[in-house]
């Protein structure tokens, strides 16, 4: 590129368009009040879970200090990680799932990033009206209602985050001591950074960067495509059925000319859209499947006097072939979904069955390397061990130990063992066998640690007894 005067000049790129405010106009509808129902259901839970006490404790505690993790009946140690393991096996499987099936319903119902935006879109329609006011006071000058309003929404998203922050603090700290900490100022250092970490990646997430996540930061938006096909239900523009669009006014509907179609290009889903895209330019990345379109068109064509539908949940092939409802739904049955099912319940199932025959109990076994093996009064040989026993019930249990796999070997009883719920404790152990009960050297033998209240309730572990040479 060169001047007038044929000297060259620099030109300047951009990568990346500059971002636009998108401010989604306010919709009612079906989609719109399912939305409000995962919003509603989803920040029940999250809020009031920690308040939730079971058998004295908090119902859902992660206690990583103490290295238990409560939840509701069970309690869980880092030894059962293989549950959570599984759970996240179990959560990925339902999402490749729920995408085969409807593309990305989660994304646009009960995404935490969807679910905390439509609490702060709310916030700001409250403060600063409709989608036009918004509009306008982007507008104008920095005035005093300006500064005023803008003002009160940040101080409302502020709160909103503080309280989601200190709630998810809760679910690693009980909530109740965590509040007294608050009201006395002596909140540790790592509870205040993580309140206002969380709180800031909400604020900033929901409040500022709002699309910018979906489109850029989600890694699901990306890979979506690779779980999509021609099968999947996902939201579409009819462009059969709309094009050639018509800008008709509207008691203009029956007048219209023959050849148009049913768009009147009235841009509202557009405005609607959360992410500012525009439907219909066909399935797009950005589109995170809120149907907040549907309702805005289905809306429209009433007033129009046109049937419903010209944006639906559909699927490629049912536009295409123009197939029903039911066929639809029938086709939706196909290989991948079937895998994805047989796959999900098997893990479930699996995973459900391992959690009810969960043994409370837990053993290990640790010989004494300081000695070997001596011999005691009478000539009998003697080793000592030391059992790490775990109770991972809630419920106290009155435990014996018994010994098995040489003839004559016994534990020299010291009576039962007292072991509190949710506790692990370390008892010291003699064994003795007969002279000339086992070989020299190394003899396999096996301890067995059983509940004196459930002689059902057991388990055992197998140890080394060393005979001296």
Same mark, same amino acid.
């Given at each position: ?59 859902v ?20 990680f ?81 309280w ?74 009819d ?20 050849? %148009?179609?049913?768009? #009147?290009?009235?841009?509202?889903? +557009?405005?609607?859209? !959360?992410?500012? /895209? =525009?439907?219909?330019k ?12 549907v ?75 300081g ?30 130990? %018994?010994?098995?796999? #040489?003839?004559?070997?016994?534990? +020299?009883d010291?009576? !039962?063992?007292? /072991? =509190? ?6 008892v ?38 060393i005979?001296?040479?």
């Amino acid at each position: 590129m060169t001047d007038p005067a044929g000297a060259p000049r620099e030109a300047i790129v951009r990568m990346y368009a500059a971002r636009e405010d998108i401010f989604p106009r306010e919709i009612k509808g079906r989609y719109a009040s399912l939305r409000w129902a995962c919003v509603w259901l989803t920040q029940i839970l999250f809020y009031g879970l920690p308040w939730l006490n079971m058998n004295g404790r908090q119902a859902v505690l992660f206690d990583l200090a103490s290295r238990k993790f409560y939840l509701f009946g069970m309690v869980f140690w880092p030894q059962d990680f293989i549950y959570l393991a599984a759970l996240l096996i179990v959560c990925a499987y339902g999402l490749f799932l729920v995408t085969a099936v409807a593309g990305r319903v989660w994304c646009g119902f009960a995404c935490p990033q969807t679910v905390y935006t439509e609490i702060f879109l709310w916030i700001e329609r409250k403060i600063e009206g409709s989608r036009s006011s918004q509009l306008r006071l982007a507008r104008q000058p920095w005035t005093a209602e300006k500064v005023g309003k803008r003002g009160a929404k940040h101080l409302a998203w502020g709160l909103v985050a503080l309280w989601t922050g200190f709630s998810f603090v809760g679910y690693f700290t009980p909530v109740r001591s965590l509040d007294g900490e608050i009201a006395a100022f002596g909140l540790g250092q790592w509870e205040t950074f993580w309140i206002l970490f969380y709180s800031f990646a909400t604020y900033g997430n929901a409040g500022w960067l709002r699309e910018q996540v979906c489109k850029y930061m989600c890694p699901y938006a990306r890979f979506q495509s690779a779980m999509f096909d021609k099968d999947t239900l996902i939201v579409t523009y009819d462009e059969a059925r709309g094009e050639p669009r018509n800008g008709r006014r509207k008691g203009e509907a029956k007048a219209g000319a023959a050849s %148009s179609g049913d768009c #009147i290009d009235c841009s509202l889903c +557009v405005q609607v859209c !959360p992410t500012g /895209i =525009d439907i219909r330019k066909g399935l797009q990345y950005e589109c995170i499947g809120c149907a907040a379109c549907v309702d805005a068109c289905n809306i429209v064509m009433d007033k129009v006097s046109k049937p419903r539908g010209l944006i639906r949940y559909a699927t490629e092939n049912g536009l295409m072939q123009k197939l029903g409802t039911l066929e639809i739904r029938r086709r939706m049955l196909r290989p991948r979904v079937l895998v994805y099912s047989v796959v999900l319940i098997m893990l479930v199932v699996a995973m459900g069955g391992s959690l009810a025959l969960r043994n409370p109990l837990k053993l290990d076994v640790i010989r004494d390397r300081g000695s070997m093996g001596r011999e005691v009064e009478d000539g009998r040989i003697e080793n000592v061990y030391r059992l790490q026993l775990m109770n991972t019930s809630e419920q106290a249990q009155l435990l014996r130990v %018994s010994v098995s796999g #040489i003839p004559s070997v016994t534990v +020299v009883d010291e009576g !039962p063992i007292a /072991i =509190d719920g949710a506790t692990t404790r370390a008892v010291p152990v003699r064994v003795r066998i007969d002279p000339g009960a086992g070989k020299p050297g190394s003899n396999r033998i096996e301890f067995t640690l059983r509940s004196v209240n459930d002689p059902d309730l057991n388990v055992s572990e197998g140890a080394a007894f060393i005979v001296p040479k």
